[in-house]
């Protein structure tokens, strides 16, 4: 079926929102068009999805789906342009993003796009990334050092794919000559976003990224107020006229801070967790940035925020994290168990509990992994419903 329309279950957290019933395309429905549709719905939008996937991870939140790849039907594509309020691209396919960019360049998209060419172009070229880090003077890793233990990653792949730590210099033989060659070093992972309309910018909020052994995440949780790390993110923003989104990973070592990456595109795990601690709605913020009557008279920063955060969860705590189910165990894991499977959608096994989300993705040979968000006020409650969360799907007998 290339059409089919649904009711996602999810509901509105911003009943009074000047976008509630708006329509908003998302391009992707893999792990990004997950996080985005789940926020669009959360922010009281009509979520029409598209993909060329018919088993796309996203299309159990969505409203609407439409089975077809933009880059061989571009008439469809426009059409449905005309018809929604605002898109945006939630995949790193390179095909797809260089489409998108000349239909947004020649006009012919009919609605706001959220998204920033230029400052992708270079968030998604680790070296060139690199050098923006450099002219701006932020601390990132040192390049090429002289002795083991090396950091390794390719020069344009997505997050942790390929990126490993290499312990000796026969080891480092093996390693493509274009990958980057850095200091490896201990501490956590911290992110953060950043939203910018052009010319103003708006820092949310940090959260820590948990890293498995095969530097994949596995759970995000939320950090406090780091000034430091938000005028770094802020300059960055800042330095690209950023209007869009903006992840910033950082490293908080024995060597002080040091940047590792910036993103320049809708990202996942992270905006969910900042959504449930700060209030802030990621996506909503995005869409004001892009809104012209929330910029006049310099309001962004300030009733465009107001406008994307939910009091409810101001100052809150939450856990959000993946489990594969295996021989009756719960197994914690990175995004890849979500990746791996084909029908994501919510699991009803507690629907009295408001601060509990559950998340089932099957596939075959009945493969079953989760995705559990888990918020209260305190960390202490929130490992308590965490706690909750598991014993629900472990009694589930399917």
């Not at 052009?198 to 759970?219: A, L, N, P, R």
């Not at 002080?256 to 996506?283: H, M, W």
Request: charged letters at 25%; glycine letters at 6%; one cysteine or more.
């Amino acid at each position: 079926m290339s059409v089919s329309e649904k009711s996602s279950s999810i509901a509105s957290d911003f009943p009074e929102s000047k976008y509630a019933g708006k329509r908003i395309c998302l391009i992707g429905g893999k792990l990004q068009g997950v996080e985005a549709a789940y926020l669009a719905k959360k922010a009281g939008l009509f979520v029409v999805l598209i993909d060329k996937n018919p088993s796309a991870l996203a299309q159990n939140l969505a409203d609407e789906f439409h089975c077809f790849d933009i880059t061989k039907d571009k008439s469809r594509f426009i059409s449905l342009s005309e018809n929604v309020d605002f898109m945006i691209p939630v995949n790193e396919n390179e095909k797809t993003i260089a489409f998108l960019k000349s239909v947004f360049e020649s006009g012919e998209i009919k609605c706001p796009l959220l998204f920033d060419f230029g400052a992708y172009e270079i968030s998604c070229d680790k070296t060139k990334s690199k050098n923006y880090f450099k002219t701006v003077g932020v601390p990132t890793p040192a390049d090429k050092p002289n002795a083991p233990p090396y950091f390794v990653k390719p020069p344009s792949e997505s997050g942790s794919i390929g990126a490993k730590i290499i312990h000796s210099d026969d080891e480092l033989k093996a390693v493509p000559p274009n990958y980057l060659i850095e200091e490896y070093l201990e501490g956590p992972v911290i992110s953060l976003e950043v939203i910018g309309n052009g010319s103003d910018y708006i820092v949310v909020k940090e959260t820590h990224i948990h890293i498995d052994d095969v530097w994949d995440c596995y759970m995000v949780t939320p950090l406090p107020s780091d000034e430091t790390y938000q005028k770094i993110a802020f300059d960055l923003a800042k330095g690209l006229n950023l209007k869009g989104i903006m992840d910033v990973e950082a490293i908080s070592s024995q060597k002080d801070r040091k940047v590792l990456e910036i993103d320049a595109r809708f990202p996942s795990q992270t905006p969910i967790c900042v959504y449930f601690s700060s209030g802030v709605n990621l996506l909503l913020l995005l869409i004001e940035a892009f809104d012209s009557d929330s910029n006049h008279l310099n309001s962004f920063k300030e009733k465009s925020l107001l406008n994307s955060t939910n009091r409810k969860y101001e100052k809150s705590y939450c856990i959000f994290e993946h489990f594969q189910k295996k021989d009756g165990a719960l197994i914690s894991g990175g995004e890849h168990l979500i990746s791996a499977g084909s029908d994501f959608h919510s699991f009803a096994a507690d629907s009295n509990e408001n601060s509990i989300e559950i998340f089932e993705c099957t596939g075959e040979n009945s493969y079953t992994a989760y995705t559990v968000i888990t918020y209260a006020k305190t960390e202490a409650e929130t490992k308590e419903k965490r706690e909750k969360a598991m014993a629900l799907i472990l009694e589930n007998k399917n």
